[in-house]
C-alpha cells in the first residue's frame, strides 16, 4: 500500500495543484503515493450546507462547527485508519523535518484545512490533532500550507526523487543551512568561483564547505545551532 495523503478542504478543486506537476506529480502517476481532496462541505446536514458559525465570545470572522468537522473526518477516516490527523493553522508548532520524517515513515496523513477565523477548538482535542504551522505568517486558509507539508514529505518518498536530491537531503539532516553552490563557468562577468573548488582537493573542499554552512547559519538561524538558548524545539 503505498502513501495516502486525504485533504478535507473547503476548497478541493485547488489540489493537486504544483502537486501535480513536476517529480511529486510523476510519483502521483507512478502511484508512488495518492492524493485525495474533500468537501468539508459535503459533511454539512441542513439545507444551506451549513460550516461555520459566529465566534462564542463575540469578535470578528466566522468559525468552522465541531460537528461537521468530526463528521468530515469520519468519512474519510473508515474505522482502523491509523494515519495521523495535521490541523494546518498558524497556531500549530512549526512544521520541522524531523516530523517530515516521521509522517513519510508511516501510512500518510489526513490534513484538515481550516477556513475563517478558525475551527471549534474542541473538535481538534476530541481527534487528537496535531496542529501544525508553516511559519509565522498568516495565509487565507490551510491549503497552501498543506501542499507544503505534502511536498515536503512526498520528496522523501522512495523512487520520486533521484539520488542527487536524497544525498542533499542528508545535508539538511545535520541540521545546518546549505554551503552555497557554483557551477560553470569559473569566471562569470570577472566573479571567480572560490578557489578551493577547483582544487580538485576533496579533503578542502568538504572542510571549506563545512565552514561556510556554520558561517550561514550563524549568520542567518542562529536559533539551529543553539536552540537551547532561542527557545525552541531541537534541529531537525
Ligand atoms: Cl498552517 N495556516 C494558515 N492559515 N496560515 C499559516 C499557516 C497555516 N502556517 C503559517 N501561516
Known sequence: ???????LTLFPEMFPGPLGGSLAGRGLERGL??????????????????????????????VMRPDVVDAAVAAAMPEGDTRPLVFLTPRGTPLRQSLVRDLVAGPGVVLLCGRYEGVDQRVVEARGMIEVSVG??????????????????????????????????????????????????????????????????????????????EAVTRARRPDLLSPQLHGAAQPA
Request: with cysteine; glycine share 10%.
Open 33 to 62: 503515493w495518492s492524493l485525495e481532496a474533500r468537501n468539508i462541505r459535503d459533511a454539512a446536514t441542513d439545507r444551506h450546507r451549513t460550516v461555520d458559525d459566529t465566534p462564542f465570545g463575540g469578535g470578528a470572522g466566522m
Open 136 to 213: 509565522d505568517y498568516v495565509l487565507s486558509g490551510g491549503e497552501l500550507a498543506a501542499m507544503v507539508l505534502l511536498d515536503s514529505c512526498v520528496r522523501l518518498i522512495p523512487g520520486v526523487m533521484g539520488a542527487s536530491e536524497s544525498a542533499e537531503e542528508e545535508s539538511f539532516s545535520d541540521g545546518l543551512l546549505e554551503y552555497p553552490h557554483y557551477t560553470r563557468p569559473a569566471d562569470w562577468r570577472g566573479l571567480r568561483v572560490p578557489e578551493v573548488l577547483l582544487s580538485g582537493h576533496h579533503g578542502q573542499v568538504a572542510a571549506w564547505r563545512r565552514a561556510q554552512a
Open 1 to 7: 500500500m503505498s502513501w495516502r495523503a486525504t485533504v
